[in-house]
Every structure is written in structure tokens, then in C-alpha cells.
């Protein structure tokens, strides 16, 4: 007798079916489009309008004529869209979601870390802060950041931050010195190659492929490193079968919706700990994403002057890229 699943899995099925018809009945309503990061939960990924990383989330943002935008995401995300768009109702389901990679820049501790290099082109990270955002010539995104320090004459000194990692990876790509914040994504920041090196040994033939923000010594290994999406885009086009992923695992769900016929191996943090999670970026329930919906709350909302001092460095990546 085969099991049909338990009364638990049932009911959630039931609740998760309910919430998600709830859902599409309030974009209607409210006019909304929903974003999520790929590293949010498979149900909320399933039910936003779009699903991207950084730099194609902020362009959705940018380009939407929604009334409401729900943004799936940690807190600065939120922040980008209503920067972008003060007119526009920006919710989040959880506006305790924050990036401790954002938050370990405070706003008066870069101010006097620019103070000591007066001159130099600021490009900070989107993963930043809305005060950095304003103290800011640019901003970039994993995806962008390379293109974006290329169009710097190269007698420009430059101050790159919050994340040190990211900074590296451009420093050594371009053979260009920057001055780094010394930030980290705690995600990425936990992989070292003397873990990973026992999943590549034991995988002959597959391919590692790593995101910037992670440390010089494991990516000095990999056979690929790009951002969330340009790791999505060569997993699909890549003609090897196997990969070890040295990012988020949140993203290994859109990789097997893409490439159902290959084999994702999510990169181990340490033998206790096999995966590297952002527990920020799971906070995002469909539970709460329906609430807010419903509540039209959390709203996110950036103060007019702050709002315009930010907007300068996005709409300059948004033309530079």
C-alpha cells in the first residue's frame, strides 16, 4: 500500500495552496508586482512576479508601473526600491531582514574612512545601507561591479566597499588597486577551499563555480565565479553536468528548474554545517508575504533628502551598466 502522505503534509499543502490563491487575488486588488531574491524559500520564489538577483531586481523596480511593489528580500532591497520609487507603496513581509554585510558600514565610521582618502571614487555595493548609498559617487552590483570600475580613468583613486571580498575579486581581475571597507557576506565569507576541497575530490569532472563576494583562496580554485545570475546563466550553458556551488544554496532551486538534467552540489561550509545559509533571506515566509499583503505593512520608506542623496549613485550604475 503505497502512503499518500501524512495529515500535516496535507493540511500544509491545503494552507500553502490557500495563501498562494490569496495572494494573486491581492496583486490584482492593489495593482502589485511582487520581487523576491533568489535566495529566498521555493514558495516565495514560485509565487513572485519576477525572481533575480540585485542588479535585476533594482531594474524591475526602476521600470515598473505597479502601484504596489512586495519586495522578498533583506531590508536594503526594500530600501533600493523605495529610493527608486517614493510615489510607490514598498512592502516587505519582514523589515527585520537585514544584510549584517550592510550593517557592518556604519554611516559616521565611512565618513571619516572617505575623510582619509579625499578625491577618491566612492562605488559601494549595492548590498549597502541607504546612508552609504548617499555617501556614494556609485553603486554596483556583483554583476556590474567589474564594468563599473573599468569606466574610472585609472589615475582615479577609488574606495570600494562594504564588501572586501567583491573588491579583491575586481583588484585582482583589473590589476587595479582600490581601497577596501573591510565588510563580508558572512555567507560567502565561511566557505574556505580546505573544506570544499574534499566535495571537488570526491566529485571528479564536476565544475566549481563561486560567487566574488567568497574568499581569494577558494576562488583561485573555481572553474567559474560570477554573480547569482552569472552563475544561474552558466550552469545552463555549460555542457558539464555536475557542479559544486559556492553561493547561497537558495539559488540551487532555480539552477534544477533550469537544468532539470543536471546535478547541483551545494558547496559545505564546514562538516557540521554543510550549507551556508542567509538566515535573513528566510525570513521571508508566504505566511508573512501574505500578512503584509493584507496589512499593507511593513512599509518601507526613505526620507526625502536621504531618498534623493541615494538615488545620484543607483541612476549612475543604472546608465553605467
Known amino acids: 500500500m503505497t ?16 495563501l498562494v490563491e490569496s495572494i494573486e487575488e491581492l496583486k490584482k486588488e492593489m495593482r502589485a508586482i511582487i520581487l523576491a531574491h533568489y535566495y529566498t524559500v521555493p514558495e516565495v520564489q514560485d509565487v513572485a512576479d519576477i525572481v533575480g538577483d540585485s542588479l535585476a531586481l533594482a531594474r524591475a523596480a526602476e521600470s515598473t508601473d505597479a502601484d504596489v511593489i512586495v519586495f522578498a528580500g ?5 530600501e533600493t526600491a523605495s529610493i527608486l520609487n517614493p510615489d510607490k507603496l514598498v512592502l516587505m513581509p519582514d523589515d527585520h531582514a537585514g544584510c549584517p554585510l550592510a550593517d557592518s558600514c556604519p554611516v559616521e565610521e565611512f565618513r571619516k574612512f572617505k575623510a582619509r582618502h579625499p578625491g577618491a571614487e566612492v562605488i ?37 566597499g562594504p564588501d572586501r571580498n567583491l573588491g579583491g575579486y575586481v ?12 565588510g563580508y557576506c558572512y555567507v560567502h565569507d565561511a566557505f574556505s577551499w580546505d573544506v570544499i576541497k574534499e566535495t571537488v575530490d570526491a566529485h571528479p569532472g564536476a565544475e566549481l563555480i563561486a560567487h566574488p563576494e567568497c574568499r581569494e583562496d577558494l576562488l583561485r580554485h573555481a572553474d567559474f565565479v560570477g554573480s547569482t545570475s552569472g552563475l544561474l546563466n552558466y550552469a545552463e550553458k555549460s555542457s558539464g553536468n555536475t557542479f559544486i556551488v559556492a553561493t547561497e544554496p537558495g539559488i540551487l532551486y532555480e539552477m534544477q528548474k533550469r537544468s532539470p538534467g543536471k546535478t547541483f552540489i551545494p558547496a559545505p561550509k564546514n562538516a557540521s554545517q554543510p550549507w551556508s545559509t542567509c538566515t535573513q533571506m528566510k525570513q521571508n515566509t508566504l505566511e508573512k508575504l501574505h500578512e503584509c499583503m493584507v496589512k499593507r ?20 550604475m543604472l546608465e553605467m551598466s
Request: hydrophobic letters at 40%.
Open 3 to 18: 502512503a499518500v502522505g501524512t495529515q500535516d503534509d496535507i493540511s500544509s499543502n491545503v494552507r500553502v495552496k490557500e
Open 171 to 182: 583588484m585582482r581581475k583589473l590589476s587595479r588597486e582600490m581601497i577596501l571597507w573591510q
Open 297 to 316: 505593512a511593513p512599509r518601507i520608506v526613505v526620507e526625502e533628502s536621504l531618498r534623493r542623496a541615494a538615488l545620484k549613485p543607483i541612476l549612475r
Open 74 to 78: 533583506v531590508y536594503f532591497m526594500g
Open 124 to 160: 559601494s555595493y549595492i548590498n549597502s545601507t541607504a546612508e552609504i548609498k548617499a555617501e556614494s559617487d556609485i553603486i554596483c552590483t556583483s554583476s556590474n561591479a567589474e564594468r563599473i570600475v573599468r569606466q574610472i580613468p585609472e589615475d582615479k583613486e577609488i574606495i570600494f
